[in-house]
């Protein structure tokens, strides 16, 4: 089993990565994190993947243990869906002593642990995430929130979990879109932080898409201990954390212009190709590094272009309520010819209406 810590004091928690580990969740709990309840939160599909069966086991453990369930899809990821939550955690019976499992994709991840942060002012939580995306971003580092209608996201608090369990088996039950979903976050590390894991996900492209076992395992680990690394370093965003969000500028507008129909992994595609047009035209990224980037992103099988039924000035729009937005003023991570990112407010009007093909 590979164990990374992420490192923030008093709050600095485990990740546990191994396929199959998923069966070990019940006697970890037990002996980490004893609780009166453990309530697993996962979406109605992840739930009959695999939800019964961890409740299943916890409860053979001896745990007393229950399940919430609510519909699959970013439509439930709202204050709502957190609200019919805690309603339901409190008829449960849930306590300032029970401990909430978020079981799923980011979706869970986001609306469980804000439901633990904010259920009778604070409970814990452990993630225990199902999708690539999740396993390799959005688990890690206590994010957590809901969207709203102006936006992805804007609504939410930093909370950590107590531990992370990452089972690489439960990938094989992902469908195929999902699994690529979660490689735009992969390739972005490769992009913002460790040039040479840009080379290994180029040398290794047939063997992560098959799922072998040895190198997605090792593509895991390597997220997450960047990752880890970055929320370290930088819990609440005020600088470094900031270089994680590549791509995510444009993609989250991308995802809301869709209604949320383009998924997460696929607008950041699209983000990361927007941005590094940009840097190619303020001249800080070559022209061959960006065909570099544009080129993995669609070996792996992810869009990187806007789809064209999304309407640009709409984009736009909600470029302008984007949370990473700092005294009006809008930040664009770019990447540079010399393998870092630069996060930077210098980005015009006229460069966001060249990248998007606003016309006058």
């Given at each position: 089993m590979g164990i990374l810590q992420v490192g923030l004091g008093e709050r600095s928690y485990p990740i546990f990565v191994e396929s199959g580990c998923l069966a070990t969740v019940p006697a970890?709990?037990?002996?980490?994190?004893?609780?009166?309840c453990y309530c697993l939160v996962a979406d109605d599909t992840v739930a009959?993947?695999?939800?019964?069966?961890?409740?299943?086991a916890l409860r053979a453990a001896d745990l007393t243990a229950e399940m919430l369930s609510f519909p699959a899809g970013e439509a439930s990821k709202t204050i709502e869906t957190v609200a019919w939550l805690a309603s339901a955690a409190a008829r449960l019976g849930l306590d300032r002593h029970s401990m909430i499992i978020a079981l799923g994709g980011g979706v869970t991840g986001d609306l469980a642990g804000f439901l633990a942060s904010?259920?009778?002012?604070?409970?814990?939580?452990?993630?225990?995430?199902t999708s690539l995306l999740a396993q390799v971003d959005s688990s890690v580092g206590g994010k957590t929130g809901v969207d709203l209608p102006e936006g992805k996201n804007?609504?939410?608090?930093?909370?950590?979990?107590?531990?992370?369990?990452i089972d690489l088996h439960v990938l094989q039950t992902l469908p195929e879109i999902q699994y690529r979903n979660g490689l735009a976050e992969v390739i972005k590390y490769g992009v913002i932080r460790e040039p040479t894991f840009l080379d290994y996900l180029e040398q290794h492209r047939d063997a992560i898409l098959a799922l072998e076992p040895t190198v997605v395992s090792e593509m895991v680990l390597t997220c997450c201990r960047i990752k880890a690394d970055v929320v370290a370093a930088d819990e609440r965003e005020g600088d470094l954390r900031r270089i994680l969000n590549f791509g995510h500028t444009i993609g989250?507008?991308?995802e809301a212009a869709s209604r949320f129909e383009v998924l997460h992994g696929m607008a950041v595609a699209i983000g990361m190709v927007a941005a590094s047009r940009i840097a190619v035209s303020r001249g800080m990224l070559s022209a061959e590094r960006a065909e570099r980037i544009t080129g993995m992103i669609a070996a792996y099988g992810l869009p990187?272009?806007?789809?064209?039924?999304?309407d640009r000035r709409q984009i736009k729009s909600y470029l302008l309520t984007d949370k990473k937005r700092i005294g009006g003023t809008l930040f664009f991570i770019l990447p540079r010819s010399d393998g870092s990112v630069v996060i930077t407010d210098e980005v015009t009007e006229a460069d966001i209406d060249a990248v998007l093909a606003v016309g006058p």
């Open positions: 970890e709990l037990a002996a980490r994190w004893p609780a009166s009959a993947l695999h939800g019964q069966e961890l409740l299943e904010a259920y009778l002012r604070g409970v814990d939580f452990v993630q225990v995430p804007l609504f939410g608090a930093f909370y950590q979990p107590k531990g992370v369990f989250h507008a991308v990187t272009e806007i789809p064209e039924t999304l």
